[in-house]
DNA sequence: TCGATGAATGGGAACGTTCCCATCATAGGT
DNA sequence: ACCTATGATGGGAACGTTCCCATTCATCGA
């Protein structure tokens, strides 16, 4: 069984220096003389040789990788933004380790130190819990870090993400067109992510302005618990003052508005004169019966400023405040938002 | 910024030598005094001490990385298969690198190369192109490799995978059972991808046993040519010898659900009707008006395997040959193959 | 009592790179 | 002609770990 070629088998094979192989596979050839480069790459093409990157990462820390920990990875939207990712990366030549924590802190922890001890250059993190210490213990370090979708307390980090409020706005705008006037704001429990906290009040506020009546709904628990929910919404008597208004959900992600369209179904409800709106825009939105309308996230472009964002070293150290990189939504409409009365 | 500590600092702190450190770390802790065992632990906790792993894998070669290879990461599937390996990974302290190739063979090529120089220590690959004389030269070097759900010509190498014949009967039986009597089989082009190939002659060899005709047709180019094809199978006269049979689709896989659903749509196709059905499982299924019935794909299972078979080593050279290791998939009967009529 | 056995520990070389520094031409300015 | 800048090349130490071997010391059977 053959090894790997290294560099020093190069080096003689080639009859010059390893440390000129070297040079020729760290992108400095113009520091070599074309007569060498040539000998180099015949040499290494006929042993089929390959810089080996574990001993690259050990003497000059470049890893060339970047990690990345998803809390969700099979969440569409997350799965959608690390093919960004990974496209970035592979554009600068970078790896992607990519760790899933299944939305639980403990298992993120751990990750952490496993991307850690694989020297990554840097770290691309969709929190699921508030594993701040960590974090900014390798920040100290001088880690170069980018927070996905999620801010996190503590930790002063450039963030990537949708523009939430923008996202609200558009959603309540388009509701108010469409002549909704009563809605049921559907999320998850917003405590840990900070877009769904955001979004939330987001809502909340923005009704006063466009005369709106509405209220949220936290579902905790079972999808019939979110069901009863719903069906209490659609079923109790108008508001006072107003005639019998049209009603519409607006769902906070993807996984809600799939909770939400079962349960329509299950109701019975007829989409669209209850109208029903999501963010996060999914391969199914458009066949649903009349369609969903969805406000779609630019995902490719959050996972390649994501990575922009990691190798944007600041120049000075003033300039290393966080930033935060909020991308505007696109409103899909269809059918779920048309009162067809 | 304070640099991360070494084995030196460890052991110095503790007052004994790196090597106990080391032998601490890999697991050789029954070979040291309680006493030393204690010393080090403290140690290296005051210290926040992780063993870097690049040195580590440059020196054993023990990366404890493994790479996997995905055809498309947005395909539902191969993220549900992930997700099964990534969890097998994490149980034996192993971490998982992932590599994208969006079908391309080039960027096949490409990371295969980027995985060696990671020095992986095996390899899972959902193929797009036929990189069979890459694979062939880590096969030699003595890489542990198994193909996921894709067969490689000539390379020798565990599989993991669907039982897709049995996935085939099984579709056809639940359709002659609803009493569909003429079927579209629908299908990606085959010629690259192993399983759709091994799922079209099935089907063909399949339907004289079961008294129904049929035919496939295979989705080349955009939606609007299928929806023609479609339309064709569903409006034109029927067989000689046979009154007017019931028809229905069978879709090859999870994106050919989608595209024929999208179609059934358009055309104003009542689903059940017309009977439809698919392999692979998706969040939508149950969803669109009387449901679609489908095949799930044990992916969990699928991906657990996959890591298990290439961590398994065979013990004599005899024992070598390429096992094949294919699961069963398991009926979701919905609306869509109910004959209402 | 003595060498053999074995367990606990440590020293040092290797792994394959990068990078600092030294060397050696060659050219340019005086 | 000499001294220095400049550019191409090579030698060797480091990076942090593992692993082979050596050492020490206690135990044990004769």
Redesign the interface.
């Known amino acids: 069984?053959?090894?790997?070629a290294t560099i020093i088998e190069v080096a003689r094979e080639a009859g010059v220096s390893k440390t000129s192989v070297s040079r020729y596979f760290s992108g400095e050839r113009d520091k070599l003389s074309p007569a060498l480069c040539e000998r180099i790459a015949a040499a290494a093409l006929r042993l089929?040789y390959?810089?080996?990157?574990?001993?690259r990462?050990?003497k000059g820390g470049r890893?060339r990788?970047i990690g990345m920990l998803v809390a969700d990875?099979?969440n569409?939207f997350s799965?959608?933004v690390?093919?960004g990712v990974?496209r970035a990366c592979?554009e600068r030549g970078l790896?992607?380790?990519?760790?899933?924590t299944d939305n639980d802190p403990e298992?993120e922890r751990t990750h952490l130190?496993?991307m850690?001890?694989?020297?990554v250059e840097g770290l691309i993190i969709n929190a699921s819990g508030s594993p701040d210490a960590e974090l900014q213990?390798l920040t100290?370090?001088?880690m170069p870090l980018v927070l996905l979708d999620r801010e996190l307390g503590t930790v002063q980090a450039d963030l990537v993400g949708l523009d939430n409020a923008r996202a609200i706005d558009l959603a309540l705008d388009h509701l108010a067109e469409q002549g909704y006037g009563e809605l049921l704001y559907l999320s998850e429990p917003p405590e840990r992510a900070s877009p769904r906290r955001k979004r939330l009040t987001r809502f909340q506020e923005g009704l006063a302005a466009r005369r709106l009546a509405g209220e949220a709904y936290t579902m905790s628990g079972s999808d019939e618990e979110m069901q009863r929910a719903i069906e209490a919404f659609l079923t109790r008597s108008a508001h006072k003052g107003s005639g019998d208004v049209p009603r519409a959900l607006l769902c906070a992600n993807g996984a809600v508005t799939?909770a939400a369209?079962?349960a329509m179904?299950r109701l019975g409800a007829r989409l669209g004169k209850t109208g029903l709106m999501g963010i996060d825009e999914?391969?199914?939105c458009?066949?649903?019966?009349p369609g969903i309308t969805t406000l779609a996230q630019p995902t490719e472009a959050i996972g390649q400023q994501a990575v922009a964002s990691l190798l944007a070293k600041p120049n000075s150290q003033a300039d290393a405040k966080a930033r935060q990189h909020r991308f505007e939504p696109k409103l899909i409409a269809r059918g779920s938002t048309r009162l067809t009365g």
Chains 1, 2 share one sequence.
């Open positions: 069984m053959p090894r790997r089929d390959r810089p080996n990157q574990m001993a990462g050990l890893s990788l990875i099979r569409p799965v959608a690390m093919h990974e592979r790896a992607l380790l990519v760790c899933n298992l130190g496993l850690a001890a694989y020297q213990a100290d370090q001088g799939l369209t079962r179904q999914l391969d199914w458009a066949l649903i019966d």
